[in-house]
C-alpha cells in the first residue's frame, strides 16, 4: 500500500496558484524516503553516479533485455537512465503475450462483464493515489527529469491523468459499453448494437507527456476489454513504468499490459509479427503514414499538429490575449502538438501593442525553472537554419529571439534556443514556394506571426484549407458572425472560440484529436475511448414464434 501520497496544480484551478509556493515543501519532505511503496526510483536522486533502469513488462513479468540504452540528461547530459531495450530476438515473448488474448477480448458485454467494475474499482484508487501530494510530486518530478517542463506544467499533467480516472470510477467503465435496442419486425425480433474490443491491441506514445498520453490511452483500451502491449519514446519510459507499478497495487492484473522499450525499428516488426488488431499511434505524421501503410489501415492516429490561431476584428482584454498566445506558443518548450504555430492577426490587433507584450512575456522564460528548455526532437542548429530560410522570404523579419540559450549544459544532441517569434507576410505565406517552409512544424518554442485585413479572409481561409494536419484550432473573438465563417470553413478537431481561446491545455473533460481524417485518434472521453478501442457489433435475437399456419414458401 502506499505511503502518502500531490498537489493538483492546473491553471484553471487554486491548487495551481499555490503549486510553486508548496514545491519546496514537497522537495524537502520528499527526501526523508520514497513517495510510494512501488516505486523503484526516486528522482532527485537519479544521476550519472546513480543511474535508474527501466525494465519490460511482459506475460506478467517485469525483465531485463540484453541491451541497455543509456538515456543522457537532457539538462546536463550526464548518462542517468539505463533502458532494457528488446531487440529483435527477444520479439517473441510478446508476440506470444499478444496471441493468447482473442479477438473477443478479455471482457466484452457476453464475456466476464465484472471486469467492467474491476476497472471501475482500479480507477477509483489510482485516482486517489494521484491525488495524495507525495504521489503527485513524486511523478511531477519524475516527469521533469525527463521532459523538462516547469513544475507547474508538470503537475497539470498530473492532474489531468488523476482527473481522468476519477471519471471513470464506480459504474463509468461499464457505462462506456453500454448497448441499445430496437424492435423487430415481428414478434421476437429485436436488434442490439454492442461496443466490442478488439483484442489484441498496441499503443505507441511520444516524449512529451510521459504521463498523461500513455495512461489515458492505456486505460481506455483496458476499459474497453482489449489487451494492449504498450510503447512509449524510452527517452521517458521510465515514468509509465512507475506508473504501471503504481497500477499493479490498485488492482490492475500483470497480465494484462505488456510494456516494451526497444527502437522503431523493432517496434515495426513486432506489429508485423503479432499483428494486433487495432494501434494506437501518437506521435509524427512521417512514421504515422508508414505505420498506416505497414498496418493496412488498423490504426488510430494522433499525429503531429501545424495549429493556428486567428484574431478577429473586435479588440479586447490585450493583457488576457497576449498571455495566452505565449503560454501556447511557448510553454513546455512549444513541445506540444497543440503547440500555437502560425498566429493571424487582424489588423485591429496587428495596430495594438501586442508584439511588444508577447516579446515581453517571452523574455520572463528561463531556463532555471524550466519554463524555457531542451527541445528533445530539434538541435539547436536545425531550428537556426530553419529560421534562417524563413528570414530570406521577402517581408519577413524577426520579432523576437532567435538566438541560442546561453549559460547551459544542455547536450549538442538536443535544441536550446529562446522563444521565437518571425513575422511573414500572408501575401508570402500563400505562395507555393513558401508555403512548405512557412506551415513545417517545428517541435520546439518556435512560431509564426502574420497579419491580415478584412478583406484578406478568404485568402487566411484558403491557407488553412491547404494545411494536412488539422489538430487544434482557435478562433480569438466574441463576434459571432466570426465565428461562425470561420469555425464553418475549418476541420481542426479541437476547436477553441472566443476571446478566451487557446490551442493548448486540453484538459480531461473534452474530446482532444484531430479531424478530417478517418483515421484519427481521440484521447480522454467516453466518445474518444469508444471510437478508439471499440468497434460495433449488432446481435439480432429472433426467437419467434413461427406464425400458426406457416408453410414453406415459393423459391425466390
Not at 499478444?98 to 476497472?119: D, V
Request: charged share 20%; hydrophobic share 40%; glycine share 8%.
Amino acid at each position: 500500500m502506499f505511503k502518502i501520497v500531490a498537489s493538483r496544480a492546473r491553471a484553471s484551478t487554486p491548487h495551481a496558484r499555490n503549486a510553486l509556493l508548496s514545491y519546496n515543501v514537497s522537495r524537502l519532505s520528499s527526501r526523508s524516503g520514497h513517495a510510494l511503496s512501488s516505486a523503484t526510483v526516486e528522482a532527485e536522486e537519479i544521476s550519472g553516479s546513480r543511474p535508474a533502469e527501466v525494465l519490460n513488462l511482459v506475460q506478467g513479468k517485469w525483465v531485463g533485455a540484453s541491451k541497455w540504452n543509456t538515456i543522457v540528461d537532457p539538462l546536463n547530459g550526464d548518462p542517468f537512465i539505463k533502458v532494457g531495450e528488446v531487440d529483435e530476438t527477444g520479439l517473441q515473448p510478446f508476440v506470444e503475450s499478444l496471441a493468447s488474448c482473442p479477438k473477443h477480448g478479455l471482457h466484452n458485454p457476453f464475456k466476464a462483464p465484472e471486469r467492467y467494475l474491476m476497472f471501475g474499482d482500479i480507477s477509483a484508487k489510482a485516482a486517489h493515489m494521484l491525488s495524495l501530494p507525495k504521489v503527485s510530486d513524486f511523478f511531477a518530478r519524475l516527469i521533469q527529469r525527463v521532459s523538462p517542463k516547469s513544475y507547474h506544467q508538470a503537475c497539470a499533467e498530473v492532474y489531468v491523468t488523476q482527473k481522468f480516472l476519477e471519471n471513470f470510477c464506480g459504474d463509468q467503465v461499464r457505462f462506456l459499453a453500454r448497448s441499445f435496442g430496437v424492435p423487430g419486425n415481428h414478434l421476437g425480433q429485436q436488434s442490439h448494437g454492442f461496443r466490442w474490443p478488439y483484442g489484441p491491441v498496441a499503443i505507441i506514445t511520444p516524449f512529451n507527456f510521459p504521463l498523461e498520453i500513455p495512461v489515458l490511452q492505456l486505460m481506455g483500451a483496458l476499459y474497453m476489454g482489449n489487451k494492449p502491449v504498450l510503447k512509449v519514446d524510452s527517452k521517458v519510459s521510465i515514468v509509465m513504468e512507475q506508473m504501471l507499478r503504481l497500477l499493479h497495487t490498485c488492482g490492475l492484473p500483470v497480465e494484462d499490459v505488456d510494456f516494451i522499450n526497444c527502437d522503431g525499428k523493432t517496434m515495426n516488426k513486432l506489429l508485423q509479427e503479432a499483428n494486433p488488431r487495432m494501434t494506437l499511434f501518437t506521435g509524427s505524421s512521417r512514421v504515422a503514414e508508414k505505420l498506416a501503410v505497414d498496418l493496412k489501415g488498423r490504426i488510430k492516429l494522433e499525429d503531429a499538429g501545424f495549429d493556428w490561431k486567428i484574431l478577429g476584428p473586435d479588440v479586447d482584454q490585450e493583457d488576457y490575449v497576449a498571455w495566452v498566445c505565449d503560454q501556447d506558443a511557448y510553454a513546455c518548450s512549444g513541445q506540444k502538438c497543440s503547440a500555437q504555430s502560425l498566429l493571424f492577426m487582424h489588423e485591429n490587433w496587428a495596430s495594438t501593442s501586442l508584439v511588444s507584450k508577447l516579446k515581453g512575456l517571452a523574455e520572463r522564460r528561463k531556463l532555471e525553472d524550466l519554463t524555457i528548455g531542451p527541445v528533445l526532437t530539434f538541435t539547436t542548429e536545425s531550428m537556426m537554419d530553419h529560421m534562417k530560410q524563413l528570414l530570406e522570404i521577402p517581408g519577413s523579419k524577426l520579432l523576437f529571439g532567435g538566438k541560442p540559450l546561453e549559460g547551459h549544459s544542455i547536450p549538442p544532441i538536443y535544441g536550446a534556443i529562446k522563444p521565437t517569434a518571425i513575422y511573414v507576410p500572408l501575401e508570402e505565406i500563400v505562395k507555393d514556394k513558401n508555403y512548405e517552409l512557412v506551415t513545417k512544424e517545428i517541435f520546439g518554442p518556435f512560431q509564426i506571426i502574420t497579419d491580415y485585413k478584412s478583406s484578406q479572409l478568404p485568402t487566411v481561409l484558403d491557407t488553412l484549407e491547404k494545411m494536412h494536419a488539422h489538430l487544434t484550432a482557435a478562433v480569438v473573438s466574441n463576434d459571432p458572425l466570426f465565428l461562425q465563417a470561420i469555425i464553418g470553413r475549418s476541420v481542426n478537431g479541437t476547436t477553441y472560440a472566443g476571446l478566451r481561446a487557446r490551442t493548448t491545455g486540453a484538459p480531461q473533460n473534452h474530446w482532444f484529436g484531430p479531424s478530417g481524417d478517418p483515421r484519427g485518434a481521440g484521447i480522454g472521453t467516453p466518445e474518444a475511448i469508444k471510437l478508439v478501442w471499440s468497434c460495433h457489433r449488432e446481435v439480432i435475437y429472433d426467437y419467434g414464434p413461427v406464425p400458426n399456419r406457416w408453410e414453406i414458401p415459393p423459391s425466390t
